[in-house]
């Protein structure tokens, strides 16, 4: 069965800081590859997806994932992060192919400070 | 499209008490989810459903939790007897049944707190 490690489980920046969020996943084969955002007080919300091709993957609002095959990663980036990107980041995978759910990480909790 | 929709958004009940969550998937999609959302435990699927069938419910937590999907548009969380330790918020989620799109879309999720 597949699973997803994201090994920070807050993290704190100020404003304009760079941000990268870990997110590590064991599964043998081809998988999918999915970032969800949760805003305080809402539901979780696609950010990004990785299906094929470029392993760097850019998505809404200047975030970016890039995905490493021999690393089982596909960590989380943004270069300048802003108070409003405060909220808290769901790595997820699922095998190529398969009807089966997606399987998230535990989250990680991200504050911005001005 | 108005996306998945879930109610109650609150629930405040005392232990004991039947509570029922409801969802409406998109309309199209074949896959309906339910998830359960804790500080301790993070994203927890309870059950899933396919067509209408449940899939896998390996997920529920007890015998207490049960989910019904009597159609395309609509399935029910049902928890009886509520317990305190039930408290969280419930996702429901669904996505098409088009050969590989897995993107899941979230309802707004019900916060049940019980006392």
């Known amino acids: 069965a597949q699973s997803v490690s994201q090994h920070n489980h807050h993290v704190i920046l100020s404003e304009a800081a760079s941000l990268e969020l870990g997110c590590n996943y064991s599964?043998?084969?081809?998988?999918?590859l999915f970032w969800y955002v949760q805003y305080p007080g809402q539901h979780l919300q696609l950010l990004l997806k990785?299906?094929?091709?470029?392993?760097l993957v850019k998505g809404i609002k200047g975030f970016e994932a890039e995905f490493i095959k021999s690393k089982f990663s596909f960590n989380l980036r943004k270069p300048s992060v802003q108070w409003s990107d405060t909220a808290e980041y769901f790595c997820?995978?699922?095998?190529?192919?398969?009807?089966?759910?997606?399987?998230f990480g535990k989250g990680t909790r991200l504050s911005v400070i001005a | 499209d108005a996306g998945v929709i879930q109610s109650p958004r609150h629930e405040v009940t005392e232990m004991g008490q039947e509570v029922t969550l409801r969802c409406k998937p998109i309309?199209?999609?074949?896959?309906l989810f339910w998830y359960r959302q804790t500080m301790m435990r993070g994203l927890e699927l309870l059950i899933y459903?396919?067509?209408?069938?449940?899939?896998?419910d390996s997920g529920m937590p007890e015998d207490r939790f049960s989910a019904k999907m009597p159609n395309a548009s609509f399935s029910t969380l049902k928890i009886q007897p509520s317990e305190p330790r039930d408290s969280a918020v419930y996702f429901c989620?669904?996505?098409?049944?088009?050969?590989?799109?897995?993107?899941?879309?979230f309802g707004p999720g019900t916060r049940l707190t019980v006392l």
């Open positions: 599964y043998g084969g081809t998988v999918n």
């Open positions: 997820a995978v699922t095998p190529v192919g398969g009807n089966t759910p997606l399987v």
């Open positions: 459903f396919n067509n209408n069938v449940p899939i896998d």
């Open positions: 990785y299906f094929s091709g470029d392993p």
């Open positions: 989620a669904s996505r098409p049944g088009l050969a590989g799109v897995n993107e899941q879309f």
């Open positions: 309309s199209g999609h074949d896959y």
